[in-house]
C-alpha cells in the first residue's frame, strides 16, 4: 500500500494526463514527487529523463495561472543564455488537469551550496546572468521593467509593511523599519542609479544548486519566477543577508561582515571594473533595500499565512493550507526569528560592519 497522501497521489495522476494530452514523449516517464522545500511549488522528477515539472500552488507575482507561466518561461528562457540556470524544455499551460498549469526544466544534477566556500561561485553565476546585454525597452515585457526600478521597489516593500501592525512587533523592532523605510525612501531621491540588468530577485543560497566538482564547479540557480530587470546589487544582497542563509536548514550559515565582502569582490571580479565601478557605491542601500522586503514580507506572511485556502488558482495564496505542516512550522519559525529584537539586531549590526567596511 502507498504511504504517499491522496492529495499527492492525484498530483501524479494529473501531471501524467496532462502530459498526454499534450502529447509529450515524456508522458510515460515514472514520476517521483519530491520533498517540499518552498512554498511557490511542487516538483516532481520526471525519472530517467533529465528532466523535472515545476507545478505552481500558487503566483508570488500575484498573477493568474496563464500570466504566472508565462512569466516563468520568460524568466528561464532570457536568464538560460548566462548558461547558469536549467533549460526549459516544454509548458504545460493551465487546465482540466493542472489548474496552474507547469513548466517542465532540466533538472540539475548536484549538490546544495556550503557556506561561506560556495559563496564565490554564486557570486560567478550571479555575475553571468547580470552580464547579459539589456534588452531594447519594448523587448523587456512580461518580466517587470519599472521606468523607476528603486522607486518601485519602495512602493512594494511599503505594501507588504502595511501588515506591521497586524504582525505584532516589538515597539523596538517597528522604530528600526519605519527608520530603514525612511532612508529608502531619500536613496529613491538620489540623481544617479546603478546599471539595470537582468536579475532574479529571488537569490537566495536553497536555490541554487552546485553542479561539478573542483575546477569545474558551477552554481546553477534553479528557482526562477520573480526575474524582473533592475538592479544586481539586490540579487547579492539576496545570496549573503542573514535573512537567506539562515533560511534553509541545509544550508544554514551565519556569516561574517568579511565574507559577505569577500562575496562582493568576487562578483565584481567576474563583472569587470566598469561595470564593479558603477554599482559599489549602492551596495549598501540595495542591500538595506532587500532586507526590507525580507522582512516586510516575513511580517506579510505571518499574518496571510491563517488564512484559508483560495478556491480560485489565480494570483498570490499564503495560506499555510497548501504546503505541510512541518514546512509551514519551519518557515515561521524563521519568520518569527527574523521579526525578533535578536533577528532585527543582527542585520543592523552588520550594516553597520559593513558601512565601516565600504567606507
Known sequence: MSLMPPAKLGLLTSLAAAMQAQGLDVANAELQLLPERGLAHNHVRLVGTGWLARIPKQSQMQLSAQANLEYQSACFLRAGVSGRTPRLHATIPPGFWLERGALLVEEIAGRLPVLPGDLTLIAQALAAIHALPLPAPAKRSPLQCAAEPLRALADEIQGQAAYLSEAKLHPSTSLILETELAS???????????????????????????????????????????????????????????????WDSDSRAVLTPAEVASAYLH????????????????????????????????????????SKRAERPSGEDW?????PDALVAHVRGRVDHYLSEEGVQHVIAEFKALEHQWA
Open 184 to 246: 529608502l525612501l531619500g536613496w529613491c531621491n538620489a540623481p544617479a542609479r546603478p546599471p539595470l540588468r537582468l536579475i532574479a530577485f529571488d537569490a537566495h543560497p536553497g536555490n541554487f544548486i552546485i553542479r561539478g566538482a573542483g575546477s569545474v564547479a558551477q552554481a546553477v540557480l534553479v528557482d526562477l519566477e520573480k526575474c524582473r530587470y533592475s538592479y544586481p546589487g539586490l540579487d547579492l544582497a539576496h545570496a549573503s543577508l542573514y535573512t537567506s542563509t539562515t
Open 267 to 306: 562578483w565584481e571580479a567576474a563583472v569587470g571594473p566598469a561595470f564593479a565601478s558603477a554599482a559599489r557605491h549602492w551596495h549598501l542601500p540595495l542591500r538595506r533595500a532587500m532586507w526590507l522586503w525580507s522582512v516586510t514580507w516575513c511580517a506579510k506572511w505571518r499574518v496571510l499565512s491563517g
Open 319 to 323: 495560506s499555510a493550507q497548501l504546503s
